[in-house]
């Protein structure tokens, strides 16, 4: 349809911004409606509004979004679920699309993106939070309330008279208070590797449509500012300060940070890996069984992650200076 349309006609850009807004509302129902598809169409959602920024700017890419937003009001019941998810995905689309249109590096949009998904999860969770009127401080609480009652009602119907409640209430206590605790740090991983996931599909989408995109550098050669160290500088501080001085805030600002932190770091580990895995001339039968063995060694996570904790400052690939004979034409600084 938009091929028969002159692209200089005005016209152009009410079609594309009509049908970005149906296929957004179309992506975010398929979601709310069958949550099993909700990570898919969260992937989904914001690559219509990249697309409509790209070709047609900002400001005819807001008015899309805002006619979508409208559309799902009218047909989900849950408005702020649906204002949640816009302002989620719908304002990465707009970020993203504008980072392709300004055509940034690879490295830049990605590491903008990523952390702009972090602070957007920081203020819905907060936001979210305040309109609910849950305390965060006493999250904890609250979820073994509701272990509590659980436990009581199961053993008011006999359903465990043979399992020993004292160690399964302990057992689910400890988990219950190890995900109240990194909630914020699980909910800023999670948005972070959906930003990454939406840029490389739309780009991949661009490239396809033969835009004019910058180079994506391969996995093996991904490496961090050498100043990324210091997230986990301080969140190690605060957590240690928190900790020894009682402040339950500081201590849980702090292990979030680490658990983020860590998770990143863990990413680069394994950048770090496979530049060395596709290093390695031997048979690849042997790097398989090698990996195996790796996957199943308990401590090959920490591993990874002190691995990638050194890379920013210590260029363990040695590539940021030069580029290997056998990576040429991959990727260079």
Request: aromatic content about 10%; hydrophobic content about 55%.
């Amino acid at each position: 349809m938009m091929r028969l349309i002159n692209n200089n006609s005005p016209v152009r850009g009410l079609v594309e911004g009509a049908l970005s807004a149906a296929l957004m509302g179309l992506f975010v129902l398929l979601g709310l409606y069958i949550p099993l598809l909700l990570p898919i169409s969260s992937l989904l959602f914001p690559i219509p509004l990249i697309l409509m920024v790209y070709r047609n700017g900002l400001k005819k890419a807001v008015m899309s979004l805002v006619v979508a937003y409208l559309l799902l009001l009218m047909l989900f019941p849950d408005p702020l679920t649906v204002t949640v998810l816009v302002i989620q995905f719908g304002l990465m689309g707009l970020l993203l699309g504008l980072l392709f249109k300004n055509h940034v590096s690879a490295g830049k949009s990605i590491a903008i993106g990523t952390l702009a998904a972090a602070c957007l999860t920081l203020i819905i969770l907060g936001f979210t939070l305040l309109i609910m009127g849950v305390n965060p401080l006493q999250l904890e609480e609250q979820l073994e309330l509701i272990v509590e009652e659980s436990i009581a009602y199961y053993e008011e119907t006999d359903m465990l008279t043979e399992v020993d409640t004292a160690e399964l209430r302990e057992t689910v206590y400890g988990t219950m208070r190890m995900l109240a605790l990194l909630a914020p740090g699980i909910l800023i991983i999670s948005s972070m590797l959906s930003t990454l996931l939406t840029y490389l599909l739309s780009r991949a989408v661009m490239v396809r449509m033969n835009k004019d995109i910058p180079p994506l550098p391969p996995f093996s050669r991904w490496t961090y500012p050498w100043y990324t160290v210091w997230g986990v500088i301080v969140g190690l501080g605060l957590t240690l300060i928190g900790d020894r001085y009682e402040f339950v805030l500081i201590a849980t600002v702090g292990k979030n940070m680490l658990y983020v932190f860590g998770v990143s770091f863990l990413l680069l580990g394994l950048s770090v890996a496979a530049y060395y895995y596709k290093k390695l001339q031997i048979s690849p039968w042997i790097k398989l069984i090698f990996v195996f063995l790796l996957a199943m060694w308990p401590f090959t996570p920490f591993l990874l992650i002190g691995v990638g904790v050194m890379d920013p400052l210590l260029d363990v690939r040695r590539i940021n200076n030069n580029t290997d004979s056998g990576d040429k034409g991959e990727y260079k600084h």
